[in-house]
Each structure stands twice: as structure tokens, then as C-alpha cells.
Antibody
Framework: EVQLVESGGGMIRPGGSLRLSCAAS????????MSWVRQAPGMGLEWVSG????????GYADSVKGRFSISRDNARNSLYLLMNSLRAEDTALYYC??????????WGQGTMVSVSS | QTVVTQEPSFSVSPGGTVTLTCGLR?????????PSWYQQTPGQAPRTLIY???IRSSGVPDRFSGSILGNKAALTITGAQADDESDYYC??????????FGGGTKLTVL
């Protein structure tokens, strides 16, 4: 079964750092680009960051550029998101999603990040 | 900054047909934007419906179809059912590894 499982969320104070992980299974991980998508409470979906199959190319939304860093470990079938200088507006459910070259075709269930003092 | 536009809300009668659209604040949507569509019900992860403008994802009923209509991407639901009542999001590729979601459309079936 194709599956993505996120972890690493939690409560953190503004200015803090957190690393999210996404464990992939059921498919050949390094055949696919991957992305992080978030959803603030009661709000819509926001693409956060993406990475190519080999990690050579990355992209970031303007809202996180310079603060967040995406990476992957193909040997461990894992995707990561290092989030620094966290702000209250980063509070959201963070989804890991598989890119099929034309959109996102597999989604995890998400991990919640709450930034509050 | 590029903005992807969607109708905030729409309603359809059971059995009816509805077309939701996904545009760009400036410019026309093309296949190189790879527009795709997602359905989300409260408390659930998004479900992929359509990708690459008109390719139905595995397991999605054929009453969901995608297209480019004029200068926008479109999602058409034919024969709407009560459980189609959901939020629908589109996303478009902007180049340089950047994707942008629209604000979503809340569809009511009544």
C-alpha cells in the first residue's frame, strides 16, 4: 500500500525550530518529487516547499523562503522539513505529498504544528 | 505576486451539473501550469481528483472531469451527489519548482 506518514509536529514558541519528517512506503521513493503542503486552522491549502527526486532542485513559497529548508534521504525513504524562526502564522497542519510530475497524487494524514507563546 | 483564483462558494442541486473554475489573476491557464484538483472534507486529508488538467486520478468516478475552458482550468461534476459536498482546491505550477493553490471553493449540494 502506498503510504506517507508525517511526524515531528508539536507546540513550539515563536522563534523556535522544528523538523518534520515524512516516511514513505509502498512505492519507489526516489522516482518521485515530493512536497510539503500546509493548512492553517479553518483555512485553505498552501504549498510550502518541494524537492526533486534526487534533491538537486528545491522550491519554497515566499512565506517561508529563508526560514524553512526541505531535504530528503532516499536511502531511508524519508522527506524532511526543517523549520526555523517559527512564527504564529506558521501554525498549521503540515501534509507531505507525492508529486507525479503533474500534481500531487498521494497525501499523508498530516502533522500539526502550533506556534504560540 | 501570482494569485490562483477560485469561486469562494457554489451550490448545485442533487443530480445537477456544476463547473468550478481555477484561473490566474494575470494571464491564462495553460497545460504547462499542470492544473490539478483536490477534494477535501472536514478533518480529512485532501483527495486527488484530477491532475494535468484532465487526467482522472485512480478510483475517481467519471462524473468528475477536468478541462481548460477559455483562460481557466475547470472541474465539472455531473450528476452531483450529496457526498460531493466538500471543499475543492486547485493548484497550478508556476515554474521554478513553485506551486500555488487557489483559495478553494466550498460546494454545497442542496
Amino acid at each position: 500500500e502506498v503510504q506517507l506518514v508525517e511526524s515531528g509536529g508539536g507546540m513550539i514558541r515563536p522563534g523556535g525550530s522544528l523538523r518534520l519528517s515524512c516516511a514513505a512506503s509502498g512505492f519507489t521513493f526516489d522516482d518521485y518529487g515530493m512536497s510539503w503542503v500546509r493548512q492553517a486552522p479553518g483555512m485553505g491549502l498552501e504549498w510550502v516547499s518541494g524537492i526533486s527526486w534526487n534533491g538537486a532542485n528545491t522550491g519554497y513559497a515566499d512565506s517561508v523562503k529563508g526560514r524553512f529548508s526541505i531535504s530528503r534521504d532516499n536511502a531511508r525513504n524519508s522527506l524532511y522539513l526543517l523549520m526555523n524562526s517559527l512564527r504564529a502564522e506558521d501554525t498549521a497542519l503540515y501534509y507531505c505529498a507525492r508529486e507525479n510530475g503533474h500534481g500531487f497524487d498521494v497525501w499523508g494524514q498530516g502533522t500539526m504544528v502550533s506556534v504560540s507563546s | 505576486q501570482t494569485v490562483v483564483t477560485q469561486e469562494p462558494s457554489f451550490s448545485v442541486s442533487p443530480g445537477g451539473t456544476v463547473t468550478l473554475t481555477c484561473g490566474l489573476r494575470s494571464g491564462s491557464v495553460s497545460t504547462s501550469n499542470y492544473p490539478s484538483w483536490y477534494q477535501q472534507t472536514p478533518g480529512q486529508a485532501p483527495r486527488t481528483l484530477i491532475y494535468n488538467a484532465n487526467i482522472r486520478s485512480s478510483g475517481v468516478p467519471d462524473r468528475f472531469s477536468g478541462s481548460i475552458l477559455g483562460n481557466k482550468a475547470a472541474l465539472t461534476i455531473t450528476g452531483a451527489q450529496a457526498d460531493d459536498e466538500s471543499d475543492y482546491y486547485c493548484v497550478q505550477y508556476m515554474g521554478g519548482g513553485i506551486w500555488v493553490f487557489g483559495g478553494g471553493t466550498k460546494l454545497t449540494v442542496l
